[in-house]
Every structure is written in structure tokens, then in C-alpha cells.
């Protein structure tokens, strides 16, 4: 898969809705749950994090649930890449980008939205072909500001930016012209997940389902 394609899909999988639910699950048996309880909210692309053993049962679990697009978060290595790819995964995140990395979401064909911080890391990956790319970790970064900034010289380039995003600030980065959408755990807090307290998550994914862009 070129970057170039990769970048086309992930404009897609942006598209979809304002926000991607960034999620950490030690539980893969509550996968199935979260995801139904976010699509019917209107958050159909889901971003679940290789950040715990459950994480790869948590894809393979959310990509049954109909109208859900299951990526896998937190892509470090080429095995993280092919482990995800088996398990259903159908895009894949990362915090930053490395030569390994995206070599090996090219050769599996998993569309990676590969994370920048600073305007020569855009630049790098803009000319390997990744218009569509993550601004990570956006608030420590300097937030809306700081990507409208960048913004400025690489019109070319969009973000979904994550990192300290949420309901109250997600608008500031909606409304920029180079934001496609905004990735963010808000929806899906953590005792929630654990209770399967499904109509309060599905009530927040309304809420962000709602935001302007």
C-alpha cells in the first residue's frame, strides 16, 4: 500500500465522525459492548490501543459489531503492525513514525495515521506521501494554536489531533481547516467500561457525535 493510499483511507475512516474514540481496554470481554455502545452514539471508528494484553482480543471482538471501523492505537514495531492487521484491525495509529514502522504498515497494507509533533516531522512524512497524519500529543504541543500554526505553511497536510483533547476543547481544533476530526478517551472513561455501563457511553458518544466541524 502507498502512503499516498494509506492517506486516502484514513481521510475516510476521519471522515466518519468528529471524534475517534481513543480506547485502553484490560477487558477484552467488554470489547463487543463499548463498541456497539459507541457506533449506535454515531462514533463508528474506533481506535483501541496496544497498550494492554487484552488489546488484540479487544479488536478481533470489536470488529465483529456491525458498522464499526476497529483500528489498532500505539503501532511501535513491525510485529505490532502484523499482530494487528490478523486481528482484524482495519487502520493503524501511531505516536510518532519511524523508516521501520511505516515500511511495515506499507508492506501489510494497514493505513497508518502516523504521529508528528513539529513541523519537520510533518514535513517528513508529507514527502514520503502521508497527507493525513496525527498531531500527538496535541495539547502539550501547544494545542489548537500550535496546529493552526503549522497549518499556515503545510496547507497540504490534515491532523487528527489527540492527546489531552476534549469535549470542552475539542471546537478549537473542529474548527480549523486542517483538522479532519480529533481522537479522544473522553467518551469512554474508564468506570464506565468497567460497570458495561453502555447507555452512558453511548449517551457521551451522542454528545461528541454532535460536535461542529
Known sequence: MT??????????????????PVLVLDDASLAEGLATALVAGGLPALEVTLRTPAALDAIREMA????????????LTAEDVEKAKE???????SPGATKRLLDACEANDLPLLPGAATATEVMKLYERGYTVQ???????NGGAPALKAIGA?????????????????????????????????????????????WPAITALATEAAALSR
Open 153 to 197: 505553511p503545510l496547507p497540504q497536510v490534515r491532523f487528527c489531533p489527540t492527546g489531552g483533547v476534549t469535549l470542552s476543547n475539542a471546537p478549537d481544533y473542529l474548527r480549523l481547516d486542517n483538522t479532519l476530526c480529533v481522537g479522544g478517551s473522553w467518551v469512554a472513561p474508564k468506570d464506565k467500561v468497567a460497570a458495561a455501563d
Open 64 to 75: 465483529k459489531v456491525e458498522g464499526g471501523v476497529v483500528g489498532a492505537g500505539t503501532l
Open 87 to 93: 486481528a482484524g484491525a482495519t487502520f493503524g495509529v
Open 3 to 20: 502512503p499516498e493510499h494509506a492517506s486516502e483511507l484514513n481521510a475516510k475512516v476521519c471522515g466518519l465522525a468528529p471524534v475517534i
Open 134 to 140: 496525527k498531531f500527538f500529543p496535541a495539547e502539550a
